[in-house]
């Protein structure tokens, strides 16, 4: 993989990223949930334009862009083209178990990265990792063996464009955050 990868719409990237190994520090697994953010997306931090918080969103794709959800949890998204990012919701975690275990107090495997607050407090990802390069430590990505098949459905968790199946999952993994219709 490389930024050639991602210098593309966040909705050709999202299901592509189904089955891609990602290591934060060695800790991690694999990509099995992820949702698409368009420019043009009213549900997109990038939609009203670039702001301090979303700054990295609009910068190199290939690049990480880390923002705090309800003022609580970490988000991990990839920047693609300009302005477009893809959600990382969920990895099935392969590495780094214990590591993961002790951040987020728990030893349940489906729990340790279903969702994307969960994924950050697992890996440890922080703000500190907002505009990071996604091939350079403490970031890994292995690409996967071969085409995943991908279940599609509607993005979770916002008020704007609910209908649109940008939401992209492992077909049939018990890791990920929310089940896929039908």
Same mark, same amino acid.
């Given at each position: 993989m490389d930024r050639s990868f991602f210098e593309r719409e966040a909705m050709i990237v999202a299901p592509e990223l189904i089955g891609v190994e990602l290591y934060l520090g060695g800790a991690g697994g694999i990509i099995i949930e992820t949702e698409a953010y368009e420019?043009?997306?009213?549900?997109?931090?990038?939609?009203r334009g670039q702001t301090i918080r979303n700054r990295s969103m609009f910068g190199p794709? $290939?690049?990480?862009?880390?923002?705090?959800s309800y003022g609580i949890h970490w988000c991990l998204n990839f920047v693609c083209r300009p302005g477009?990012?893809?959600?990382?919701?969920?990895v099935q975690p392969l590495s780094g178990l214990q590591e993961m275990e002790l951040?987020? $107090?728990r030893n349940d495997p489906l729990l340790l990265c279903s969702g994307p607050g969960r994924l950050c407090q697992a890996l440890g990802i922080t703000i500190?990792?907002?505009?990071?390069?996604?091939?350079?430590?403490?970031?890994?990505?292995?690409?996967?063996? $071969?085409?995943?098949l991908v279940s599609t459905g509607p993005r979770?968790?916002?008020?704007?464009?609910?209908d649109h199946p940008w939401r992209f999952g492992l077909e049939g993994s018990v890791y990920v955050s929310k089940r896929f219709p039908g």
């Open positions: 420019p043009d997306d009213p549900a997109s931090h990038s939609f794709a $290939g690049h990480a862009y880390v923002y705090r477009s990012a893809v959600l990382i919701r969920a951040r987020r $107090g500190a990792h907002d505009g990071v390069s996604l091939f350079e430590e403490p970031f890994s990505l292995k690409a996967s063996a $071969g085409p995943a979770i968790g916002i008020s704007q464009a609910m």
